[in-house]
């Protein structure tokens, strides 16, 4: 009598097996999970999203730039571009790991949009073309800090904006709970509204321009940032651009990184002694001449001579 062999079971304990068989439907939320940038959560995805718009939607919060790429994984394994969310079954809210890889930036970029990147402030997009000029970019950022849309993005995913101008704080203060005042540090930016915010006597309510916290401050405790075009030098490759130049023939592309150098006006007064030039040295006979003519002093009458 023979035995017959007996069959295994289907293999359904992989990661892969169940997110198949798992009944799910298009994920209008997920969260992205990497190590130094911590969890992003990119909300109200569309049904038919791809995951080819969820790695646009991950560039463009993070602004990577154009040598970089996302690359998304699910359980280990990585998810390809053309695939539809859907096709993965993940559900809402499900949890994605995301590595950001070198990559040859595309030669074909154009120039529709730039960076300008900055120790003081945080990174700024403009839109440009090819025929902008180094002075018609120092224009367009003085008005883009004067008003500009500011968006902020809480754990959820959901986008905070305000309209507003880039205020910085001229000193270093404590909270204030009989007026309601935060603590601010020496050269914070923050966001004052277009529409003038709250303002009650002498104070005033802004947003951090970290992360869009509202707060309130005393309105002589920050500062306008205004900064015309002689008020900004703009450096491409380490070199400084000059105001006639155009973008496109320096080599400038689509979210390329222009560095932005400006004087604060909210500079520590031990800095600007330290980034003052030093003081040119005279000669011998200019001090001579100085302290001769110093007052008090009446020159040296020269010795009669004798008949």
Not at 181 to 192: N, Q, R, S
Not at 197 to 204: A, L, Q
Request: net charge positive; proline share 7%; hydrophobic share 40%.
């Amino acid at each position: 009598m023979s035995i017959a062999p007996v069959q295994s079971p289907p293999f359904f304990a992989s990661a892969w097996n169940m997110d198949v068989l798992l009944p799910a439907g298009p994920p209008t939320r997920v969260y992205v999970r990497n190590g130094p940038r911590g969890i992003l959560a990119i909300a109200n995805l569309p049904e038919d999203a791809t995951v080819a718009l969820l790695k646009s939607a991950l560039t463009e919060r993070l602004m990577l730039k154009p040598g970089r790429r996302v690359v998304l994984y699910s359980w280990g394994r990585e998810l390809e571009d053309a695939q539809l969310l859907s096709s993965y079954a993940l559900p809402t809210n499900a949890q994605l790991d995301m590595k950001v890889e070198i990559c040859h930036a595309p030669h074909d970029r154009g120039l529709r949009r730039v960076r300008i990147t900055s120790t003081a402030i945080r990174t700024r997009q403009l839109t440009v073309n090819p025929t902008v000029s180094v002075l018609e970019l120092k224009h367009r950022l003085h008005l883009h800090l004067m008003k500009a849309d500011h968006e902020w993005f809480d754990h959820e995913g959901t986008c905070k904006r305000v309209r507003g101008a880039t205020y910085l704080a001229v000193a270093s203060v404590s909270a204030d709970e009989k007026q309601g005042t935060a603590a601010l540090k020496l050269g914070e930016e923050l966001i004052f509204p277009a529409s003038g915010g709250d303002k009650k006597g002498n104070v005033i309510t802004v947003r951090r321009a970290d992360k869009g916290t509202q707060i309130n401050v005393l309105e002589s405790s920050v500062l306008a940032l205004d900064l015309p075009p002689q008020k900004q030098k703009l450096l491409w490759m380490g070199k400084t651009m000059l105001d006639q130049e155009l973008l496109w023939e320096l080599g400038v592309r689509t979210d390329d990184e222009i560095a932005l150098e400006f004087e604060s006006p909210t500079m520590p007064q031990v800095l600007q002694l330290m980034r003052a030039p030093a003081p040119e040295k005279s000669s011998k006979k200019e001090k001579k001449d100085k302290k001769d003519s110093s007052p008090g002093k009446s020159p040296k009458k020269s010795p009669k001579k004798s008949r």
